[in-house]
C-alpha cells in the first residue's frame, strides 16, 4: 500500500515538472529579451522569477525519482522527506533572489541611475500580457493535480506559478504608469515589490517544509481520525494519535481503549481492520494505520 500510494504521487510530481520546465523556459527567455530591449527592471525581475520556478521543478522531479524509491531497512517509512527537503531548498532559493534584486533595485533608484527605451515598452507590455494567462493556466493544472495526488510539491510549484502571473500583472500595470508619466524610477519601485513578494513567498513555503520536517499535525486531521475511531461504538476513548507526513504519504498511529474489558483478540483485530480500513477510505493518501489495543480498566 506505502508504494502504490507514493508511486501515484511521485509520478504526478514528475509530469508536473516536466512540463513547468518547458513552459517556464521559454517564458524565461521572452521576458528576459523583452525586459533587456526596454531597460525595465520589473520585467528583468519577473524573468528571473519565473526561471526559479524552472530550478523549483527540477527539484520536484529529482526529489521524486529519490522519494520513489521503495522502504527498505534503514528507511522503514521510505524516502518521502527528501520533498520536504526539496521544498526546504525551493523556499531558500525564492528567499535569496527576492533579497537579491530587491537590493539590487533600492541602489539603482538611490543612485538615480536609471535608463528606459521608451520605445520598446510597448513591445514589454504585450509580452507580458501573454505571460500572465500562460502561468495561470499553468498554476490551476498543477495545483489541481497536487490536490488530487496530495503532492505538497506540485500544490508549492503551483502556487510559485500563480504568484508569477500575478507579478507579472503587477509588471504590466507599471510598465504602462512608466510609459504614461515618463518616469523610469516607477518601474525600479515595483521591481522592488516585487522583490518583497518573492521574498514573502519563498518565507512561506520555508514554513511549510519545516513543519512537515518536524512531524507538525493539523488540528483538523487530528479530530477527523478522532471523530472517525469515535464513531465505532465498540471504541470508549481514542488518544495519543500521531500522523506522520513523508512527502504526501500519511502514517497514522493511535492508542483505543474498547468498551469490553475481555474483548476476543479475533473481534478487537477485526475492528482495528475496520477502522483502518475507513480511515484510508475517508482521508487522502494515508498509507498505514497503527493501532495500540488497550482494554477499558472501568468497564465490568
Request: overall charge negative.
Amino acid at each position: 500500500m506505502v508504494s502504490t500510494v507514493s508511486t501515484s504521487i511521485r509520478k504526478a510530481e514528475i509530469l508536473e515538472g516536466t512540463v513547468s520546465i518547458v513552459v517556464n523556459v521559454i517564458l524565461w527567455a521572452v521576458r528576459l529579451v523583452a525586459g533587456i530591449l526596454s531597460g525595465s527592471a520589473s520585467l528583468i525581475v519577473d524573468a528571473w522569477h519565473g526561471l526559479s520556478d524552472t530550478s523549483t521543478s527540477v527539484v520536484v522531479i529529482v526529489s521524486s525519482k529519490i522519494a520513489s524509491k521503495p522502504p527498505d531497512e534503514d528507511h522503514p517509512y521510505g524516502h518521502g522527506k527528501v520533498t520536504d527537503l526539496a521544498s526546504l531548498f525551493m523556499g531558500l532559493m525564492l528567499f535569496f533572489i527576492g533579497l537579491y534584486f530587491a537590493i539590487e533595485s533600492i541602489v539603482a533608484v538611490s543612485s538615480k541611475e536609471v535608463f528606459i527605451r521608451y520605445d520598446m515598452i510597448i513591445y514589454a507590455i504585450l509580452t507580458a500580457v501573454v505571460v500572465v494567462p500562460s502561468k495561470a493556466i499553468l498554476a490551476y493544472w498543477a495545483k489541481k493535480l497536487g490536490r488530487k495526488y496530495g503532492s505538497t510539491l506540485c500544490i508549492a510549484d503551483g502556487s510559485h506559478h500563480m504568484a508569477d502571473a500575478f507579478i507579472t500583472a503587477f509588471v504590466i500595470v507599471s510598465l504602462g504608469l512608466t510609459y504614461i508619466l515618463r518616469n523610469p524610477f516607477v518601474d525600479r519601485i515595483v521591481a522592488i515589490a516585487i522583490a518583497v513578494i518573492v521574498v514573502y513567498e519563498g518565507l512561506k513555503i520555508l514554513r511549510d517544509a519545516i513543519r512537515n520536517l518536524t512531524d507538525f499535525v493539523p488540528r483538523d486531521l487530528v479530530e477527523s481520525i478522532k471523530e472517525i475511531v469515535s464513531s465505532i461504538k465498540e471504541i470508549s476513548d481514542v488518544h495519543d494519535i500521531r500522523v506522520r507526513n513523508y512527502g504526501g504519504v500519511l502514517f497514522v498511529e493511535f492508542c483505543l481503549h474498547f468498551k469490553e474489558k475481555d474483548i476476543p483478540l479475533v473481534e478487537a483485530h477485526e475492528i482495528s481492520h475496520r477502522i483502518e480500513e475507513m480511515i484510508k477510505k475517508r482521508i487522502k493518501n494515508v498509507a498505514e494505520v497503527l493501532i495500540h489495543q488497550e482494554p477499558d480498566e472501568t468497564a465490568t
